[in-house]
């Protein structure tokens, strides 16, 4: 072998060679290998010996592997879906009927910020980063994620800061003010308790999770790429993943401040919100809204990933226009930061001013056509599987697109005023989170269920899930917009039979007890099929990118060799090629993966990766100890600093690879 | 050293005029780049400060820093599109390396990234000449 796979110059038990059937592949470079199963039994055992999570309850919390925080993820993230889908089918027993008494004023509060706060924080970011940190290793052909370590931190601060939020409903600590938490409503003076508190707190708490994630899939994403996988090779998914990431890191710090002043202002009287003193109640406005109007682009961009990934797999073909899906996803992101002000067409800023964000408002229809018009060249005359994940993506364009045309309407300043804080406003944004996150995260169920568990899903369960979530959700929502311009206010607990509202209320709840039954069809699916789906094989839906070139479930390794890419559809290219190139020389006795410069995935180096410990979790319980201790003194961010930092010298203590060298 | 994380040698081609090659690539990587950041840049910018200082020229009774301002990030955004189109002419010329492709679609990117800021600038500066400056501010 030669040593441009090992460029330290290590050999000693690689588990490289030419040792597979068949000629080199010509013309490629030397650290490529040819043949199949060019690793030998013994050497792949050693191998999964080596990048094994260690079982055991105690051993659960030490796992650092990319594929079981990216599970945890996705499932903790479905939890919360659940629980908050719980409390919306509470909201709407509650508007079924004028004058209702299922929930009082200040519970209705509570349920419809819980609801909010956790359907945008705890469930539709979560659950993307859970996809991206899952699949995206899988796809660039990596062994694991960059920093497993930070990985396992990010998971245990979400895993705590959801759990503690949702623990405050039954307490009857719940915050109330909303899911953006507007000043000087959630100032002390006018929400004395600890409802506000355990909010700003909960908001650290996924902010300090969600950063973490960013930072490690960016630099997985362009540094530990397989050979070969150039920027222009990538799997769309990934550049979503990619661009998500980016979003996080200049998002979530502006949401960081307005959430440390707000904690300030109510914990050691400082008045940067309060007017009276010279404060401003609209830096909240902007703070906040800088964070989270992209945000739900975070939530959108990983989304449109996941439908290119289904579209191709199921129309067999590479997908139209790589490069400008490319520039559409990079260019939703970019505008997305330019549109913030549009929730405050109503707050009496200068019209010029205005003018700017309804123009740049209009503008993002711009890349989403883009975008359309590239999955409908590739489907155009394409021979088109329907399967349940594609039913779903059908759902998705159908649902995405009419919020998109409310999403025009509404960013225009004078249609704006009239509707805002009505109904109408609450069926436009639901269009677009519920037809831009769950229906793609649905789709996305449904096709990787396979790769994740070894087993399909049922697919008739999901053709009836499909059908009843799309039904309900109409029903569900597409009254709300009649209710809107009817007059109906959002956040109300209950209305007087004479508004004559009554009636599109009742086909809402209806919808939503047809949308829960849809959802809990999936569940139940999912859960069903994890014991008695039909054995799923590697690559069930016939797949282009590398998840599908290793088993179901993925070894612990991810791949016995890591892969050398020459197109974007490696594993397409696989099924034609007599031989197919992977990477030769690693080690199996400890955790490499090899790093690729970040243009043209050349190898250049091999980095050794870390594996189980405990810290990150004990890490994060402090952490976690620190930010709940704030919301009864500022002592605790003293304390908290000194304990998490005698916790990361543990876990960042040297662990000396040389030694062993 | 401690090696930490094992970086090693690089792989890339030794030979004195492959490192020559390598080296200009390195080079020539970066240009399309800056399609990616100017356009982004110059339309964060007239947006961002525009708005802010609309209530100033309120005040001052005139129009004339927001023109300079729009002159200024029109002419980032042609700094960023003349850069990617550069990279992409060049990235015809380079017919043999097998990087053609990735450059040649990060010059694309680059390029169409900084047409849509252009546009925003446009309908954003449009926009405004149907509004007084001090509409909407009462004093
Ligand atoms: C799936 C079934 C769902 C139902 C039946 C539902 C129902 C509701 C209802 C009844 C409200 C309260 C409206 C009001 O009183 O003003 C509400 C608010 C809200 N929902 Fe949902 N929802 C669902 C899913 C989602 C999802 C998936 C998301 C986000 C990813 C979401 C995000 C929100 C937000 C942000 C609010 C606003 C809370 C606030 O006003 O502060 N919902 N939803
Ligand atoms: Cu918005």
């Known amino acids: 072998m030669t040593d441009a796979t090992a460029p330290d110059g290590t050999r000693g038990r690689g588990a490289g060679g030419a040792r597979g059937h068949g000629a080199e592949p010509e013309g490629l470079p030397d650290y490529v290998r040819g043949g199949r199963d060019g690793l030998g039994e013994a050497e792949l055992a050693e191998l999964e010996r080596t990048w094994q999570s260690p079982p055991g309850f105690l051993a659960w919390f030490t796992h650092v592997n990319h594929t079981n925080i990216g599970r945890r993820f996705i499932i903790t993230s479905l939890v919360f879906f659940a629980l908050a889908g719980l409390l919306a089918l509470a909201m709407r027993l509650q508007l079924a009927q004028p004058l209702n008494d299922v929930l009082g004023p200040e519970a209705y509060n509570q349920v419809m910020t819980v609801h909010g706060t956790a359907m945008m924080f705890l469930f539709a970011i979560p659950a993307m980063e859970g996809a991206a940190i899952y699949l995206a290793p899988l796809m660039v052909g990596a062994r694991d994620m960059a920093f497993p370590r930070l990985n396992a931190f990010g998971y245990y601060v979400y895993l705590i800061g959801g759990t503690v939020f949702f623990l405050s409903l039954p307490f009857g600590l719940a915050p109330d003010a909303g899911w953006f938490n507007y000043v000087p409503l959630s100032s002390k003076e006018f929400s004395a308790g600890y409802g506000i508190d355990v909010w700003t707190t909960m908001i650290t708490f996924i902010e300090v999770s969600a950063l973490t994630a960013a930072v490690e899939l960016i630099v997985t994403i362009l540094k530990l790429r397989a050979p070969g996988m150039s920027l222009d090779r990538m799997p769309i998914f990934v550049w979503a993943v990619l661009v998500m990431s980016f979003m996080i890191l200049f998002a979530m710090p502006s949401v960081i401040v307005a959430s440390a002043l707000l904690m300030m202002d109510r914990l050691v009287d400082t008045a940067f919100f309060d007017a009276a003193l010279g404060g401003s109640p609209l830096l909240w406005q902007h703070l906040f809204w800088f964070f989270g109007h992209p945000e739900v682009y975070i939530i959108l961009v990983p989304a449109l990933g996941i439908v290119t990934s289904i579209v191709v797999t199921f129309t067999r073909r590479s997908v139209f226009g790589y490069a400008a899906l490319v520039l559409a996803i990079v260019g939703i992101g970019m505008v997305s930061f330019g549109l913030w002000v549009h929730h405050m067409y109503t707050t009496g800023l200068p019209l010029m001013g205005r003018s700017f964000f309804m123009a740049a408002s209009a503008m993002i229809a711009i890349p989403s056509g883009v975008q359309v018009y590239c999955w409908i060249a590739t489907m155009w005359g394409a021979r088109v599987r329907f399967a349940t994940p594609m039913l779903f993506v059908l759902g998705f364009f159908a649902i995405f697109i009419a919020g998109g045309l409310t999403g025009v309407m509404v960013a225009s300043v004078p249609f704006d005023r009239q509707v805002h804080d009505s109904y109408f406003v609450v069926a436009h944004f639901h269009y677009v989170l519920v037809g831009g996150s769950v229906f793609p995260l649905l789709a996305g169920l449904y096709y990787w269920f396979p790769k994740a568990t070894g087993r399909m899903m049922s697919e008739r369960a999901g053709r009836w899930s499909c059908g009843l979530v799309f039904v309900g959700f109409n029903l569900a929502f597409f009254p709300m917009h009649q209710l809107g311009l009817e007059g109906m206010p959002r956040r109300v607990y209950t209305y007087l039979p004479e508004t004559g509202w009554t009636l599109l209320n009742q086909l809402a709840t209806a919808g939503s007890a047809i949308l829960a039954l849809g959802f809990a069809i999936t569940l139940a699916n999912a859960a069903l099929s994890l014991r008695r789906g039909a054995p799923a094989g590697d690559d069930p839906w016939d797949g282009p990118t590398l998840e599908w070139a290793t088993t179901s479930p993925p070894l612990n390794c991810n791949f016995a060799r890591q892969a050398v890419v020459q197109s974007g559809n490696p594993v397409w290219d696989r099924r034609r090629a007599e031989v197919s190139a992977h990477v030769g020389g690693l080690r199996t006795d400890r955790r490499e993966t090899i790093v690729t410069t970040v243009l043209d995935a050349r190898p250049h180096a091999v980095q050794v990766l870390p594996g189980p410990t405990p810290w990150p979790f004990v890490s994060a319980l402090v952490a976690s100890a620190a930010f709940l201790g704030l919301i009864f003194t500022p002592w605790a961010y003293v304390l908290g600093f000194f304990a998490a930092f005698v916790t990361f010298v543990l876990w960042f203590w040297p662990r000396r690879p040389w030694r062993e060298d | ?139």
Do not use: N
């Not at chain 2, 990616?36 to 339309?43: D, K, M, N, Q, R």
């Not at chain 2, 980032?76 to 990087?99: D, K, N, P, Q, T």
């Not at chain 2, 990234?113 to 007084?132: N, P, V």
């Open chain 2, 1 to 139: 050293m401690p090696d930490i994380f094992h970086l090693g040698r690089d792989t890339s081609p030794k030979d004195g005029r492959e490192k020559v090659r390598a080296a200009q690539e390195g080079r020539e990587a970066l240009t399309p780049w800056l399609g990616w950041v100017c356009g982004p840049a110059a339309w964060a910018l007239h947006q961002g400060i525009g708005y802010a200082m609309v209530p100033w020229l309120c005040d001052l009774g005139t129009r004339w820093p927001y023109h300079l301002l729009t002159v200024v990030s029109t002419g980032l955004c042609m700094v960023g599109a003349w850069a990617a189109l550069h990279a992409l002419r060049r990235s015809g010329r380079v017919r043999s390396e097998r990087s053609e492709g990735r450059l040649r679609m990060m010059a694309l990117v680059g390029l169409m990234l900084c047409a849509a800021a252009l546009t925003g600038i446009a309908i954003e500066y449009g926009a405004s000449f149907w509004l007084s400056v001090c509409a909407g501010i009462d004093r």
